[in-house]
């Protein structure tokens, strides 16, 4: 069974992790693109797009042990703090080693293994300022070559992220309260976030 995890840093800089249990709604992901509209001093319309921002939502169950932890990570977090957020804890992130350009289907990756990238696995290949990506499927893994369908739509430079689809490596808590409901031996909780790069 996968195992959704938190990850973040405290304030004395050591790394924290919470496993969580993948609740009945799972992981949900809104695409929203901020648009700011302005009217010149001719009357025209012009539209401004600032970012696009991956919304994500994710159920979770928890027992006694995680509750507290996350009690503690909820003090950091409600405070703006970013933190990791995975789906599989055997799956992450990778950066190109060699730049892509328009058309590739293989992808020079910085690790051998990929990260624990697997064939049928969705990618993100995206630009650093996330004004730009590519969604692709990976079809295979050869060293540290990705082969993926469909060729992307745009170039990106060496050391640009690669993320598996359900890896977000900055996620902002947009929840103001913490209040799990219990459900027998478990809590349960949906914890709603943004992502930002």
Partial sequence: MAIYQIGYTDAGSNPRTIDLLP?????????????????????IYENVVQNTLRHVTFD???????????????????????????????????????????????????????DGFEADDYIIVRQAEGLYWDVVKVE???????????????????????????????LYLLDEEFNPDRDGAFWHHEFNCVEVR
Avoid: C
């Avoid at 609740?23 to 009357?43: F, H, K, L, Y």
């Fill in 60 to 114: 979770t169950y928890f027992r006694e042990d995680a509750f507290h932890q996350l009690e503690t990570f909820m003090s950091f977090a409600q405070q703006g703090q970013p933190f990791s957020f995975t789906k599989d804890t055997t799956k992450g992130s990778e950066v190109l080693l060699l730049a892509a350009t328009v058309g590739d289907t293989v992808l020079t990756v910085d690790d051998g293994l990929a």
């Fill in 23 to 43: 609740g009945d709604d799972g992981v949900q992901i809104e695409w929203r693109t901020e648009v700011n509209r302005n009217v010149t001093s001719t009357g």
């Fill in 140 to 170: 295979s893994i050869d060293a540290d070559e990705v082969t993926v369908s469909p060729a992307i739509h745009h170039g990106y430079d060496i050391g640009t992220a690669i993320d598996w689809y359900y890896y977000f490596p900055s």
